[in-house]
């Protein structure tokens, strides 16, 4: 790992409580890769297997079934770190020990419980297995707005202290659903911003919500709106008004890819997070689906994009 670059180090300063492990870790991330020193991360995540299964992630490019395949794919194209659930991390922990800093998801659903239920994950991996694995980090997901997110708040608070404990870096996949919420709202502008702004209260050091759409979901935001207008018309400004939600942006905010879309749309995308000041993405099936060489082009061309060339 090089130096901390001075870019680096701000955001480090903004993690007051945090022990030196930890800011060892973060800056790992944050220095790894082709945009190390940068402030800005593109992450590689695999738990698509658990969420989506295994024909829906990998059929469309086979080679993604071996797990090899993730880990020289983030590693070749120079990101910030690989994400993946404990079976993908520990099927090639030894042969890429040390090659690129990971994260553990800790927690996972499948599309084989009853649809009737309130979103939930289960815990499926441990802190002592990110240290066991030579993770910088633990990942988890909460569901702000389904029945059980209360118990989820509870779960990430009692394992993002043990992290921190070990100088781990805790990272939320957080995304609304279920409750009140309604399936348009998930990516509702507020919600999305509510979202955001429940993992920053929870500890997290990187926080990662889906981009937001034009539209305002809750009563009580359509009012404040009303009384103290934000523009969120164009992506830019939203990706902007969602950084300010987290700390007014003193926490690492990444969005993610979702599902496949065109290569013009995901740059468009990149564009807008990197215009809005957002840290940067997180992608996964839009990069693993397609074949090798288009993945690392595209990758590549997302980095140019986060390094304000293209």
Known sequence: MMNPTQKVRKILSYY???????????????????????????????????????????????????????????????????????????????????????ILKVNSSNLLLNKNLAPDQSITASVKDALRLGCAAVGFTIYPGSDHSLHMMEEIKEMSAEAKSYGLVTVIWSYARGGMVSKDGETAHDVIAYAAHIAALLGAHIIKVKPSIDAIELDNAKKAFEKNPVSIKELKDRIAHIVKTTFNGRRLMVFSGGATKSTEDVYNEVRAIRDGGGNGSIIGRNTFQRPRPEALKLLSDIIEIYKGRL
């Open 16 to 102: 007051e409580s945090d022990n030196p492990g930890t800011k060892t870790n973060i800056a790992r991330i944050l220095m790894a890769g082709k945009l190390g020193g940068t402030g800005r991360m593109v992450i590689l995540p695999v738990d698509q297997g658990f969420e989506h299964g295994p024909i829906a992630s990998f059929a469309p490019n086979p080679e993604a079934y071996d797990p090899h395949y993730h880990y020289k794919l983030a590693i070749d194209a120079g990101l910030s770190a690989y994400a993946a659930p404990l079976g993908m991390l520990e099927a090639g922990a030894d042969t890429f020990a040390g090659a690129i800093p990971l």
